[in-house]
């Protein structure tokens, strides 16, 4: 047995795996509007619903923006190919192993060959402020899972930050990344003047009734928005089935 063979072997008995997991085509879409699930999970739990293979790698990656993956026009076709999934581990399986299983859990059903390669690119920072923390961290125990989120609007009983990014990503229409560097849920309720002629500007808009969003940010959160251009991660689909393999 080669040392190459030898590594693979371990690699793949080291590689963490849902003890139940269903991939399948989403039901055909019938209107231009239907309900999207970008990514849940709870007490061991992931589930995702009518995604794009590329939003399936974002979320499995820790990506927010499209800017990190690169690979064929059709995995990112929203409404065309877009897939369910349902998978099970342990209860107390943290949501970090969680990803690392779905990235396996690609890899395998949709035949991915993909490689990395480093990008410049500019971006949005989210970072801790300076006069600290203005959200409490919950008990991810306790908490009864539910959102509102709209532009202008964020608001949950117990977010990961880098899923709040995600969103202050998909409003701003521009990557922001989580570099806080904190672990764990937070109860988040963030209200800002959306759709500003220009996201980028600091300054309120004429007769708003809340803060700009970096404004917002700083006020509510206790964080910070910092543009920021450097080099960054990107995965590369090389090769991937439409279809995934049978469960």
């Known amino acids: 047995m080669t040392v190459g063979l030898i590594l693979f072997l371990t690699l793949m008995q080291a590689q963490p795996t849902f003890d139940v997991a269903s991939v399948k085509p989403s039901a055909p879409i019938k209107t231009d509007t239907y309900n999207i699930n970008l990514g849940k999970t709870n007490h061991g739990e992931l589930t995702m619903g009518n995604v794009t293979l590329s939003e399936c790698l974002k979320f499995a990656y820790g990506f927010t923006d499209d800017i990190q993956l690169d690979g064929p026009a059709w995995i990112k076709r929203k409404g065309e190919f877009i897939y369910d999934i349902v998978a099970k581990a342990p209860a107390d399986t943290p949501r ?7 990235q396996g859990l690609l890899t395998e ?10 990008r410049q690119a500019s971006y949005l920072a989210l970072v801790e402020g300076k006069k ?3 959200i409490e961290k919950v008990d991810e125990e306790m908490i009864v899972l539910g959102s509102t989120n709209r532009p202008g609007h964020i608001e949950s009983k117990g977010a990961y930050l880098s899923a709040v990014a995600t969103l202050l990503s998909r409003f701003m229409r521009q990557p922001v990344l989580d570099m806080t560097g904190l672990k764990g849920r937070y109860a988040i309720k963030l209200e800002w003047t959306p759709d500003l002629v220009d ?4 300054t309120e808009a004429p007769g708003a009734t809340a803060p700009t969003i970096f404004t917002a940010v700083q006020q509510q959160l206790g964080l910070k928005l910092e543009a920021r251009k450097g080099m960054l991660d990107v995965i590369v689909i090389d090769s991937a089935e439409r279809v995934p393999v049978s469960n």
């Not at 949709?110 to 990395?116: Q, S």
């Not at 996201?199 to 600091?202: A, G, M, R, V």
């Open 199 to 202: 996201p980028l500007k600091e």
């Open 132 to 134: 600290g923390l203005k």
């Open 96 to 102: 970090e192993q969680l990803q690392l299983m779905l």
């Open 109 to 118: 059903r949709f035949k991915l060959v993909m490689h990395h390669e480093q």
